[in-house]
């Protein structure tokens, strides 16, 4: 099932005769046979090793961003731009490229090609690069080496020349003109314009892929040969206000998700949420709809997203309540074709407060053992409304509905938690996994839910009450 | 220069190595400091770094040839199973498959010593090998692997190390699970028992120790190509010649026709010191279909079948007096080769690193159905010191002593085995440097700090050998132009070996760094270099090279002297030029003299002196830890770790500082994240990706303070280099260890120390 998809892979108007199913990876290591991208042999968006970057038109603007190509099917670079880095190299060294070699923030090497990547792309996105932000666009990089240490050191270099510079309006001309990306970028908008966008047609209705960052993962082997449903991206605005309500559609990312202004209102430390999910290029593929579907009873966004009052509009006009839609371990109140198209938030009245927790045995690019979200409002000392949600306690991401309503009307105090606890013990049901035991997870969740007040309200509650 | 023949000793673990060697006939003239030095010691940026960083550097992963042929291994999803039936039919009739190897059809040739085949009837462990499988493309191959049908019968399994030396447990040969012969290793001084009498305190405590696995970034893998009846190998290895014998051997053929060769390679950490069945299946098939064959494992065989750091578990008890005095310490030790023979001991810290006069350790290696344990950054080193520096920390809080000054009261100068003194042993500068840097004074009791998030201080102390020996040969050539190579046969492993060798040569010949070729990791077309483990290559090599590049010299001198008539002594060698020292403008350059030689080029070969028998040849250190414990969550974060170490000169400070933090990071991974987790009752490992199986990410790397209070050891080597790779690991976890129970006053006695176990440890408390 091959058929047509255009784009410009570095330098090179490309017309490639592919599965749209098939790995950017492997299209670029096997057939374009440029092995300066790696697989660090993970294929599944855990080492950064393959990273890329993908260039599209956005609102008239040409946007970058940085991909696992391990995870990301070749039909989704259609009409886009692919710079892996043989596509960064010239004559000499970029500065992104001297600085690593003069920290030696490479050692086996191996790894190396993706942190330059993923460095390459963050400036491309930011103008206003910082350490904290540099350090955590490599956070997806994995090196089993240097220790980091040097790394960073590059990255400091980086960032502190980059503060020389006057920002432009224009980070491409700039970075061009600093040569930290080569000439051809100025060109690269008006030949994307150029290329003639071909219609992907589908061949297997059930394989919708959003970002792809859990279908690759879990089934490659199925999707490399077949032609997909790509969710498309319609509206004009990803993310928009109507009414009372959010609307977030079904391409929307984690990474549009989280700077959104429109989110930031309701949970204000979204972006800082963000951070602890997964790492910047499974950000920048990874879908909310996606995160649902999946249905991982671990899913952060799913959690975040059931703490309040949601609804999924699916392509067929049905609509269906968040907290109704997952009716046991991965099966959902949805057939195999309706596609998410949109997710409506109500926005709750009053002021509320949110707090969101997450352990897991690294802190960071790790699925959580135990995941919560809290959101409240209250009324002097009266809780007026809440919502409660925990991961990894039972076979769906999940909704503690009883809690919830016990905490409802009730004064803030360390009685009402204490009698929460009791109920939240009646309303999960851990099992024993990889990512802890039973028994540890149901202590988690209780210490998570203690933590949202402890955070939430420090001069009310202390641990010492609890 | 002349040489001798000579017996050379060199101790690494239990084993006294003797090797009959080529050294210099004498001592070579010695390298001046650092500070009186051009380009040694210097920040100097790797030579191959450009490679590197616009990823057009070719690792064996990338290699390739337009007729190429892929390899898999089929490898059993069971862990002690025998094969009843193996049946190829269908999987040989797919197009493009090229050749399938089973144990029916495989030479018989025996691997882990006569334990098991190439191919054998019975599979021990989850991913042993069953078939192999050659086709035109990986995902033939991979289809062809589902399409072949193996009848096993199941056996009865174990996995579980202390499971295993049950007496019911089932047996992977007829042998018990602890081998009649090595299984048990026996050590003692003094009197233990007598030592215990005479403390104050005695504590008696157990420790364990998780199986962790290498995971280099790249992975395993070989291509392999026949020219006539030579064999070439290309392989992703940190010894090309110890692959070329086990090859050579495998397949019965002249070593010299088997020519290994490592270009770059993505990390090995220990894990690819020897040769894998993967190369002799490939080079075996690519006989028969007359094309390279490349074979590549994936990650999940990376995770089951390349080597691991075996558990360990460990029943410590310790003796001291009130005044700080170590009167006993004995150790059972019980660990995991795995499936297959393999060192699994972790008692050399405790037996070594302080004094104390009675001691006595039993060690116990274990046969289970698991992956096979290979050497992984200082072997036992890093399981034993991490339960040594626990329960050290936890006598001294008995005993009402600082940590610090329990160790500095129990410091020995001599080896305590041979009694002879240490070349070296600046372990108490460490200590004052060390703990100034990570403010030790601000100490607080354990448990003491308040608040949600704990904070905490530790360390740990190292001892580990890294002096390297010869035999190690260098060739340096030096061309008409005066452009210079050099040959030796040891490996980079992204270590800096292209960096340091580079760097000698232009010290000691006074030419630009740039216009120096390094030709390394090539059994065919360099003399011979040791694998490169145990923190030997550069301690090994570097006086080597340093030997070929004063004989270099020397051979210009004395030519210079025959071309202008000038005697040897009255000439002065300066940045590539040689000229009459009374009189500077009577000179000839290096490229003018080969050419009046009518020389094309000139060769002069170095080689590794001999070991000192006096000295003991150890490496020292310590590492402080500050972290923090959220006592709600459990979640561990370290902050800065200082370490402070006595590893002889410092050859490149760049090279140097990443193998220290690469060493501590992995430290802190083994301390905080690695982690093998076996399923008991299917016998499967449950983590074999990066998904499951967790490493540091930038984000988790604390400070990293680098302190190097040895300028040099001249009793080593004229370089006074000893090798810090596996020392820069060594001591993280006990130091993370202690400081995660200075924090949170709870001792967390086996590794990885995950917020499961921290809350769990809490909240039993109460
Ligand atoms: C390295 C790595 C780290 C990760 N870390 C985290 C983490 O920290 N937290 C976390 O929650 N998740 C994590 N994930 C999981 C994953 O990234 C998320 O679940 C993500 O939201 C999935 O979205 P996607 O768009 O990539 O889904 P896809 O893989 O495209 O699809 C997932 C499922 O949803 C369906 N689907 C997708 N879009 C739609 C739609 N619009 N309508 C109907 N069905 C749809 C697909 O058919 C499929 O069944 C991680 C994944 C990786 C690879
Ligand atoms: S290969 Fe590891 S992230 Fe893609
Ligand atoms: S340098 Fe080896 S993995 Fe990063």
């Known amino acids: ?466 | 220069m002349s040489r001798k023949i000579i017996k050379s000793k060199t101790y690494l673990y239990d084993e006294k190595i003797e090797t009959i060697a080529e050294v210099p006939e004498k001592e070579l003239e010695l390298l001046p400091l650092n500070k009186d030095l051009k380009i040694i010691g210097k920040k100097i940026p790797r030579v191959d770094a450009e490679e590197k960083v616009t990823g057009t550097a070719v690792y064996t992963f990338d290699k390739s040839f337009t007729n190429i042929a892929y390899g898999k291994t089929l490898r059993s999803p069971h862990p002690f199973a025998k094969i009843e039936s193996i049946d190829t039919s269908k999987a040989e009739k797919l197009k493009g498959v090229l050749k399938i190897l089973t144990y029916k059809n495989a030479p018989d040739i025996g691997w882990y010593g006569s334990y098991s085949k190439l191919l054998d009837q019975t599979v021990r462990y989850e991913g042993d090998e069953v078939a192999f499988i050659v086709a035109e493309t990986e995902a033939i191959a991979e289809k062809a692997m589902s399409l072949i049908d193996v009848k096993y019968k199941e056996l009865d399994f174990v996995t579980d190390t202390l499971e295993a030396i049950k007496d019911n447990a089932p047996k992977i040969y007829e042998d018990s699970n602890i081998p009649k012969t090595r299984g048990h290793a026996h050590y003692s001084r003094g009197n233990f028992e007598e030592g215990i009498k005479n403390a104050d305190v005695v504590i008696e405590r157990d420790y364990t120790t998780q199986v962790a696995i290498h995971n280099p970034t790249e992975p395993h893998g070989s291509v392999v190509k026949w020219e006539d009846d030579q064999l070439i190998v290309w392989d992703s290895t940190q010894g090309v010649f110890s692959i070329r014998d086990t090859i050579a051997n495998s397949l019965n053929m002249p070593e010299s026709k088997v020519r290994v060769i490592k270009e770059y390679m993505g990390g090995g950490f220990g894990a690819k010191l020897e040769a894998g069945k993967y190369s002799v299946m490939a080079a075996i098939a690519s006989k028969e279909i007359k094309r390279p064959v490349k074979v590549i494992l994936d990650r999940k065989a990376m995770n089951l079948a390349v080597g691991n750091r075996p558990d360990s578990h460990q029943k410590i008890k310790a003796g001291a007096k009130k005044d700080g005095t170590l009167t006993a310490m004995g150790l059972t030790n019980y660990g995991t080769m795995g499936a297959y023979p393999a060192g699994a001991g972790a008692h050399w810290p405790l037996r070594s690193l302080y004094k104390c006069d009675n001691i006595e350790t039993n060690e116990y290696r274990v046969f289970t159905n698991t992956g096979r344990a290979r050497p992984f950054r200082a072997p036992g080193h890093v399981q034993g010191t991490f339960a040594l520096e626990s329960i050290l920390d936890d006598l001294a809080e008995k005993i009402d002593m600082d940590p610090l000054e329990f160790r500095i009261k129990n410091f020995t100068p001599i080896d305590q085995d041979s009694k002879r003194p240490y070349t070296s042993k600046k372990l108490i500068e460490a200590y004052k440097m060390g703990a100034k840097a990570i403010n030790w004074e601000s100490r607080k009791p354990a448990g003491a700090s308040d608040g949600i998030v704990k904070r905490g201080l530790g360390f740990a102390s190292q001892i580990w050998w890294g002096g390297g020996s010869p035999p190690a040969y260098a060739t340096v050539k030096m061309n008409r132009d005066g452009s210079v190579q050099v040959l030796c046969g040891t490996q980079d492993l992204g270590t800096g070996t292209y960096t340091i060798i580079s760097q000698i040569t232009a010290e000691v010949l006074e030419i630009p760094i740039d216009t120096i070729d390094v030709l390394i990791g090539d059994t065919q077309a360099t003399p011979y270099a040791p694998s490169s483990g145990g923190s030997t290559t550069a301690p090994s090599i570097s006086p080597a090279v340093y030997d070929a590049a004063l004989q270099m010299k020397a051979k210009l001198i004395a030519s210079a002297s025959a071309v202008l008539d000038i005697p040897g002594k009255e000439l002065t060698y300066s940045n590539g030029k040689i000229f009459e020292t009374k009189n500077e403008s009577n000179s000839i350059t290096n490229p003018k003299l080969i050419r009046k030689m009518r020389e094309r080029v000139l060769i002069a070969t170095g080689a590794r002196n001999q070991n000192t028998d006096k000295y003991a040849i150890n490496t020292f250190g310590v590492q402080f830890a500050d972290v923090e414990v959220n006592t709600l969550t459990g979640k561990v974060k370290v902050n800065k770790i200082v370490a402070a170490h006595d590893i002889g000169r410092t050859l490149n400070r760049l090279t140097l500082e990443n193998q220290f933090h690469g060493g501590i990071i992995m430290g802190l991974s083994f301390a905080l994240m690695d982690e093998r987790v076996i399923d008991e009752y299917t016998g499967k490992v449950l983590t074999t990706n990066y998904h499951d199986y967790k490493m540091p990410t930038i984000k988790e790397t604390p400070e990293i303070e680098v302190i190097i209070v040895s300028e040099n050891d001249p009793l080593v080597s004229a370089t006074g280099v000893k090798g810090i790779g596996e020392p820069a690991m060594i001591p993280t976890p006990g130091a993370i260890a202690n400081a995660v129970y200075n924090a949170i006053g709870v001792r967390i006695n086996s590794l990885p120390i995950t917020p499961d176990k921290i809350l769990t440890a809490l909240n039993s408390r109460g």
């Open chain 1, 1 to 466: 099932m091959a058929q047509k998809i255009n784009f410009i892979l570095n330098n090179v108007e490309l017309s490639v005769e592919s599965a749209t199913g098939k790995t950017l990876l492997d299209f670029i290591r096997k057939d374009a046979k440029l092995t300066g991208t790696k697989e660090g042999c993970c294929r599944e968006g855990d080492c950064g090793a393959c990273t890329v970057l993908i260039g599209e038109i956005i609102n008239d603007e040409l946007h970058y961003k940085s991909v696992n190509s391990c995870l990301y099917p070749i039909g989704k670079v259609n009409g886009k731009h692919v710079v892996t880095i043989e596509g960064i190299n010239s004559d000499e060294l970029t500065p992104v490229q001297h600085a690593y070699t003069e920290e030696n923030a490479s050692q086996c090497g191996f790894c190396t090609p993706g942190f330059i990547i993923s460095t390459t792309g963050y400036l491309l996105k930011n103008d206003k690069p910082n350490i904290d932000s540099a350090i955590n666009a490599v956070a997806g990089n994995v090196c089993r080496c240097t220790g980091y240490v040097s790394i960073k050191r590059a990255l400091n270099d980086i960032v502190e020349e980059m503060k020389l510079y006057d920002n432009s309006d224009n980070v491409i001309t700039e970075l061009i003109s600093k040569k930290y990306i080569p000439e051809y970028f100025s060109t690269i908008k008006e030949r994307l314009k150029r290329l003639e966008i071909i219609e992907l047609k589908e061949s297997n209705k059930t394989l919708i892929v959003g970002g792809g960052t859990d279908l690759y993962v879990q089934r490659e082997d199925d999707l490399k040969n077949e032609d997909l449903v790509f969710v498309s991206a319609d509206a004009a605005e990803k993310i928009y206000k109507e009414g009372n309500s959010i609307f977030i559609t079904g391409s929307t990312t984690f990474q549009e998700l989280a700077h959104s202004d429109v989110i930031k209102e309701l949970i204000p430390n979204i972006e800082e949420v963000n951070k602890l999910i997964a790492s910047l290029p499974i950000r920048n593929s990874a879908t909310i709809a996606g995160n649902i579907v999946n249905a991982s009873p671990i899913a952060d966004m799913t959690i975040i997203l059931l703490t309040l009052n949601t609804a999924l509009h699916l392509n067929d006009n049905r609509t269906v309540p968040l907290r109704e839609f997952f009716l046991g371990y991965k099966t959902l109140a949805k057939s195999e074709t309706e596609i998410i198209e949109k997710i409506e938030i109500q926005i709750p009245e009053g002021k509320t407060l949110f707090n969101f927790e997450k352990v897991s045995k690294r802190t960071h690019l790790d699925i959580a053992s135990v995941n919560s979200a809290f959101i409240i409002s209250l009324e002097d000392k009266k809780i007026v409304s809440c919502g409660l949600s925990i991961g990894g306690v039972a076979p769906i991401p999940l909704f503690l509905k009883e809690t919830s309503a016990y905490l409802e009307g009730k004064d803030l105090d360390t009685e009402t938690i204490k009698g929460a606890l009791k109920i939240i013990d009646k309303e999960i049901s851990p099992i024993s996994d990889v990512r802890g035991s039973a028994e540890y997870k149901r202590l988690l969740a209780k210490q998570m839910f203690k933590s949202h007040f402890i955070k939430l309200f420090p001069d009310k509650i202390s641990v010492e009450d609890l």
